[in-house]
């Protein structure tokens, strides 16, 4: 909060966390945070849908079919070796068949 404010030259008090100002509640917090004329905004969306997990995808299939057993000989090699998988991986990708259904795990 402190950051974005200082950021955008905002000197005004932001009050107490659970009393008063922007800090007053979680709703007051967020609108603050989400504001599009800060210059940093924050966008708030559920874990499930982030580019993220696509991401740890496809370093987890990196991982599994390059690195995990690789023999390297120099830090070049390694770089040739994920290059090479790179360029295959582009050439022969499907899309993710996405399967969450956005029910919580039960116990």
């Known amino acids: 909060m402190r950051l974005v ?7 005004d ?9 922007v800090l007053q509640s979680l709703a ?8 599009p004329t800060h210059h940093i905004q924050f966008v708030y969306v559920p874990k499930h849908t982030s580019w993220l ?17 690789g023999s390297f000989t120099s830090t070049d090699d390694l770089r040739a070796k994920i290059l090479a998988f790179i360029d295959y991986f582009n050439r ?3 899309p993710f ?9 039960m116990a």
């Open 53 to 69: 997990n696509q991401v740890e995808i496809w370093l987890g299939i990196l991982v599994r079919r390059v690195i995990k057993r």
């Open 13 to 21: 008090d932001l009050g107490v966390k659970g009393t008063s100002g």
């Open 92 to 94: 022969t990708a499907k």
């Open 5 to 11: 404010a200082e950021r955008d030259g905002l000197t």
């Open 97 to 105: 068949r996405w399967t969450y259904t956005g029910r919580p795990l």
């Open 28 to 35: 007051s917090r967020t609108a603050f945070l989400s504001d």
